[in-house]
């Protein structure tokens, strides 16, 4: 069957593309930094050379309802007063009051496309306490402030280019959302009728019931990227408590995989008993990828208690795992047992000497997945939520392919570091006592990416789009960079 020409969507003359600003969470604790510097994105949008309508649009995981007190996976009762904070928090205060200039400007829109740590945006009353923040009473600027809440994405013509924008968790199995589980509870609310319970995906509940308690000691665990390769072994020589509730987290993750197979059958969010078909479609699911790079995380963490009976130190668990994984065997346990935890753990992160996690030319599952999934006939398609910048083209027609990034804070374990024992040992050291403000002072530790994906017309009707940073810029104030060889130009 030929596949339909999409629709042209929403007419733009400019749009500038974030996403995964994670607004939220008790000072000393927030992960976002950039106040400035998102106001600035803001005014630049509004006060924007564009002849027609320009827009700054939040691709997912605006406000992060997950890092709020009391934590709840899903929280329709107490969302708006926790909005409410986050609203009037300090912190975030100069976007917001840059975002209430921008929707009161004619020709000049904010977009916001649901993530999900933002759910509750999609709860008509949580959305009307946003309107209120930013638009007041004036109806012309709460009809330039656009709420995508249904998962379908952000479609929208620039110039000769189509773009499709969507968050990313569409395919993660341990973040999907269902969609339509969310309008029944809120059919349901307005109608006064009683609801059913949300069913949180994993990733919520893996935030709520232990990173949240994590990062109270280690709050580097929402800064450190890979997540899966580096955070996973760092947690585990550091509290080898840890692997336990993981464990028991790697069922509902497997439960959830069953639930995107569901969705992508058609089926997820359906009345009723689960429908004919799905038990099929999960089947074809690939078993759960789990928390250290590749093999079944049930079969890893009961390799791991198998091996705490017998005595075996937690941090050779490790190594062992993500040797045996990645075909790095170089020593046996006994070689390793004796060596200070902060070592074994470096020469267990060897494999990180060649992540690519951080170049933006790198292809990953969320580009190869939307990639296939999406028509080649759009141009630009963007996504955020892995909070790594890519720049692709598309392997579907002549397009490209996005990822915005994130404006959280980002730390890496650089090959230079790691190589280095005694710097690796401060690291380490530094990682198991520190706060946000101790990691903020380590000398090059955390990154501010702040990164954007710009779209606009030239003065000679092409289309152009490109990857890029908003960085400080002297006594001018602050800058967008253009990202090395991110350029994409539709004639």
């Given at each position: ?19 995964d600003l994670h607004l939220g969470g ?108 930013l638009c007041g009473g004036d109806a ?161 963490m009961d390799q791991a208690e198998q ?185």
């Amino acid at each position: 069957m030929p596949e339909a020409n999409a629709p042209d969507g929403l007419q733009l003359d400019e749009m500038q593309v974030v996403s995964d600003l994670h607004l939220g969470g008790s000072a000393g604790f927030q992960i976002f930094a950039s106040g400035a510097e998102l106001a600035w994105l803001a005014d630049s949008v509004r006060q924007s050379n564009a002849k027609g309508l320009a827009a700054l649009v939040i691709n997912g995981d605006f406000v992060d309802f997950l890092a709020e007190e009391p934590p709840r996976a899903f929280d329709p009762d107490g969302a708006a007063a926790k909005l409410d904070r986050v609203l009037a928090d300090p912190a975030f205060e100069p976007a917001f009051d840059a975002m209430a200039r921008l929707v009161a400007t004619p020709n000049r829109l904010l977009i916001v496309n649901l993530g999900n740590h933002d759910l509750e945006l999609g709860l008509p009353w949580v959305r009307e306490r946003l309107q209120r923040a930013l638009c007041g009473g004036d109806a012309a600027a709460r009809a330039r402030l656009l709420l995508v809440n249904d998962g379908t994405g952000v479609l929208a013509r620039v110039g000769k280019a189509s773009v499709l924008c969507q968050h990313g968790n569409e395919i993660d199995a341990w973040n999907v959302t269902d969609h339509e589980r969310l309008r029944r509870i809120v059919r349901d609310r307005q109608y006064g009728r009683p609801t059913d319970p949300w069913a949180p995906n994993a990733g919520s509940q893996l935030v709520i019931e232990v990173m949240n308690q994590v990062k109270a000691s280690y709050p580097f665990v929402d800064l450190l990227k890979p997540e899966t390769q580096a955070v996973v072994p760092i947690l585990t020589a550091l509290n080898p408590g840890l692997l336990k509730r993981m464990q028991d987290l790697g069922a509902i993750a497997a439960h959830k995989a069953t639930d995107m197979a569901r969705m992508s059958a058609g089926f997820l969010g359906a009345e009723g008993e689960e429908q004919p078909g799905a038990a099929a479609a999960a089947a074809a699911l690939p078993a759960w990828r789990g928390a250290v790079g590749g093999a079944s995380a049930q079969v890893l963490m009961d390799q791991a208690e198998q091996a705490f009976s017998a005595g075996v130190a937690p941090i050779s668990l490790v190594r062992a795992s993500q040797a045996e994984q990645l075909g790095l065997w170089e020593a046996a346990w006994d070689l390793l047992r004796g060596q200070p935890r902060h070592e074994v753990l470096r020469e267990a992160l060897e494999f990180l000497d060649k992540d690519r996690s951080f170049d933006p030319t790198a292809p990953d599952d969320t580009f190869r997945q939307f990639d296939a999934r999406v028509a080649p006939e759009i141009d630009l398609l963007l996504t955020g939520h892995t909070h790594l910048m890519r720049s692709l083209p598309r392997q579907r027609g002549g397009g490209h392919y996005y990822n915005s990034g994130t404006w959280a804070r980002l730390m890496k374990v650089a090959p230079e570091l790691r190589r280095d024992k005694e710097r690796f040992r401060q690291l380490f050291e530094l990682l198991g006592r520190a706060r946000m403000a101790d990691l903020d002072a380590s000398p090059g530790l955390v990154m501010r990416l702040n990164s954007v994906v710009a779209v606009w017309v030239d003065a000679q009707g092409a289309t152009q789009a490109e990857l890029r940073q908003v960085q400080a810029a002297g006594q001018a104030g602050f800058s967008a960079v253009p990202v090395a060889g991110s350029r994409f130009t539709r004639a």
